[in-house]
Protein backbone atom coordinates (compact mmCIF):
# COMPACT_ATOMS: atom_id res chain seq x y z
CA UNK A 1 0.00 0.00 0.00
CA UNK A 2 1.14 3.44 -1.06
CA UNK A 3 1.59 6.22 1.57
CA UNK A 4 -1.21 7.99 -0.67
CA UNK A 5 -3.28 5.32 -0.20
CA UNK A 6 -2.57 4.85 3.74
CA UNK A 7 -2.94 8.64 4.54
CA UNK A 8 -6.41 8.83 2.46
CA UNK A 9 -7.21 5.56 4.44
CA UNK A 10 -6.35 7.52 7.61
CA UNK A 11 -8.04 10.70 6.79
CA UNK A 12 -11.20 9.06 5.83
CA UNK A 13 -11.25 6.69 8.94
CA UNK A 14 -10.50 9.81 11.20
CA UNK A 15 -13.69 11.81 9.24
CA UNK A 16 -16.13 8.56 9.79
CA UNK A 17 -16.09 8.83 13.36
CA UNK A 18 -17.90 11.18 15.23
CA UNK A 19 -16.93 12.94 18.36
CA UNK A 20 -13.36 12.41 17.46
CA UNK A 21 -11.01 15.60 18.96
CA UNK A 22 -7.27 15.17 19.91
CA UNK A 23 -5.84 14.40 23.42
CA UNK A 24 -5.18 17.33 25.21
CA UNK A 25 -1.73 16.98 26.05
CA UNK A 26 -1.17 19.22 29.37
CA UNK A 27 0.36 16.45 31.62
CA UNK A 28 4.56 16.42 31.82
CA UNK A 29 5.73 13.78 28.92
CA UNK A 30 5.57 10.30 30.75
CA UNK A 31 4.53 7.52 27.79
CA UNK A 32 6.26 7.41 24.36
CA UNK A 33 4.65 5.51 21.83
CA UNK A 34 7.36 3.38 19.35
CA UNK A 35 4.85 2.38 15.57
CA UNK A 36 5.75 -0.43 13.54
CA UNK A 37 3.22 -0.20 11.07
CA UNK A 38 2.08 -1.47 7.54
CA UNK A 39 -0.86 -0.74 5.38
CA UNK A 40 -2.79 0.47 8.15
CA UNK A 41 -3.04 3.79 9.85
CA UNK A 42 -2.99 3.53 13.85
CA UNK A 43 -4.49 5.88 16.65
CA UNK A 44 -4.70 5.58 20.17
CA UNK A 45 -7.83 6.63 21.98
CA UNK A 46 -7.72 8.00 25.41
CA UNK A 47 -9.81 7.82 28.49
CA UNK A 48 -10.05 8.35 31.88
CA UNK A 49 -11.39 5.51 34.40
CA UNK A 50 -13.24 7.30 37.59
CA UNK A 51 -13.81 5.66 40.91
CA UNK A 52 -16.67 3.93 39.70
CA UNK A 53 -14.96 2.36 36.50
CA UNK A 54 -16.92 4.92 34.21
CA UNK A 55 -15.12 6.29 31.27
CA UNK A 56 -14.27 9.76 30.11
CA UNK A 57 -13.24 10.15 26.61
CA UNK A 58 -10.25 12.60 26.52
CA UNK A 59 -9.24 11.92 22.83
CA UNK A 60 -7.13 10.45 20.54
CA UNK A 61 -3.53 10.79 19.44
CA UNK A 62 -2.53 9.46 15.73
CA UNK A 63 0.15 7.16 15.41
CA UNK A 64 1.54 8.29 12.43
CA UNK A 65 5.27 8.69 12.86
CA UNK A 66 8.05 5.87 14.23
CA UNK A 67 7.55 7.71 17.98
CA UNK A 68 4.67 9.36 19.44
CA UNK A 69 5.52 11.05 22.96
CA UNK A 70 2.30 12.38 25.46
CA UNK A 71 1.48 12.46 29.13
CA UNK A 72 -0.78 10.82 30.80
CA UNK A 73 -1.45 12.13 34.47
CA UNK A 74 -0.28 9.61 37.24
CA UNK A 75 -2.30 8.35 39.78
CA UNK A 76 -5.33 8.21 37.68
CA UNK A 77 -6.81 5.49 36.16
CA UNK A 78 -6.81 5.21 31.38
CA UNK A 79 -8.39 3.18 29.44
CA UNK A 80 -6.13 2.88 26.52
CA UNK A 81 -7.88 1.52 22.91
CA UNK A 82 -5.34 1.16 20.18
CA UNK A 83 -7.22 1.23 16.92
CA UNK A 84 -5.04 -0.53 13.59
CA UNK A 85 -7.49 0.37 10.36
CA UNK A 86 -6.47 -1.22 7.19
CA UNK A 87 -8.44 -1.88 3.85
CA UNK A 88 -7.78 -4.36 1.08
CA UNK A 89 -7.37 -3.40 -2.89
CA UNK A 90 -10.36 -2.84 -4.17
CA UNK A 91 -12.70 -3.84 -0.96
CA UNK A 92 -15.08 -0.83 0.37
CA UNK A 93 -14.70 -2.08 3.33
CA UNK A 94 -12.07 -0.96 6.30
CA UNK A 95 -11.10 -3.58 8.79
CA UNK A 96 -10.61 -2.73 12.35
CA UNK A 97 -8.99 -4.15 14.83
CA UNK A 98 -8.35 -3.02 18.79
CA UNK A 99 -6.36 -3.43 21.61
CA UNK A 100 -7.56 -2.19 24.59
CA UNK A 101 -5.68 -1.68 27.83
CA UNK A 102 -5.99 -0.13 31.33
CA UNK A 103 -2.89 1.78 32.55
CA UNK A 104 -2.27 2.97 36.08
CA UNK A 105 0.90 5.80 35.61
CA UNK A 106 2.58 6.04 38.27
CA UNK A 107 4.84 8.93 39.54
CA UNK A 108 8.05 9.56 38.08
CA UNK A 109 7.32 6.51 36.17
CA UNK A 110 8.05 6.51 32.09
CA UNK A 111 6.03 4.08 29.99
CA UNK A 112 7.64 2.79 26.34
CA UNK A 113 4.83 1.26 24.31
CA UNK A 114 5.87 -0.74 21.30
CA UNK A 115 3.00 -0.89 18.70
CA UNK A 116 3.25 -3.75 15.94
CA UNK A 117 0.97 -4.23 13.13
CA UNK A 118 2.16 -5.59 9.85
CA UNK A 119 0.64 -8.21 7.62
CA UNK A 120 -2.43 -8.05 9.53
CA UNK A 121 -0.36 -8.86 12.62
CA UNK A 122 -0.45 -6.72 16.05
CA UNK A 123 0.84 -6.30 19.20
CA UNK A 124 1.45 -3.97 21.74
CA UNK A 125 3.64 -4.35 24.68
CA UNK A 126 3.69 -1.64 27.46
CA UNK A 127 6.70 -1.47 29.82
CA UNK A 128 7.54 0.67 33.27
CA UNK A 129 10.90 2.29 33.64
CA UNK A 130 11.83 3.83 36.71
CA UNK A 131 14.47 6.67 37.11
CA UNK A 132 17.85 5.56 36.77
CA UNK A 133 17.28 3.38 33.03
CA UNK A 134 16.66 -0.04 34.64
CA UNK A 135 14.71 -2.45 31.89
CA UNK A 136 11.76 -2.17 33.87
CA UNK A 137 8.77 -4.41 34.17
CA UNK A 138 5.83 -5.54 31.48
CA UNK A 139 2.42 -4.04 32.04
CA UNK A 140 -0.12 -6.49 32.12
CA UNK A 141 -3.09 -5.96 29.69
CA UNK A 142 -5.88 -4.90 31.92
CA UNK A 143 -9.19 -5.19 30.66
CA UNK A 144 -11.97 -2.44 32.08
CA UNK A 145 -14.26 -5.48 33.31
CA UNK A 146 -11.48 -6.08 35.76
CA UNK A 147 -11.71 -2.81 36.79
CA UNK A 148 -15.79 -3.72 37.05
CA UNK A 149 -14.90 -6.43 39.13
CA UNK A 150 -12.41 -4.74 41.86
CA UNK A 151 -15.15 -1.70 41.92
CA UNK A 152 -17.83 -4.42 43.17
CA UNK A 153 -15.88 -5.87 46.09
Do not use: W
Not at 124 to 145: C, D, K, M, N, Y
Amino acid sequence: MTRLSIAVLSAAFLLGCSGIKPYPDTSPKNLRVQSQVEGAAAEVDVYRVDADCRTEYRGRVSLDRSAVEFGLPSGSLHYLDFIFASKTFLSPSVNVVRYETLLLPRPERRYDVQVRYVQSIYSVVIRETAPGGSTGRVIERGQLSDCVKRARL
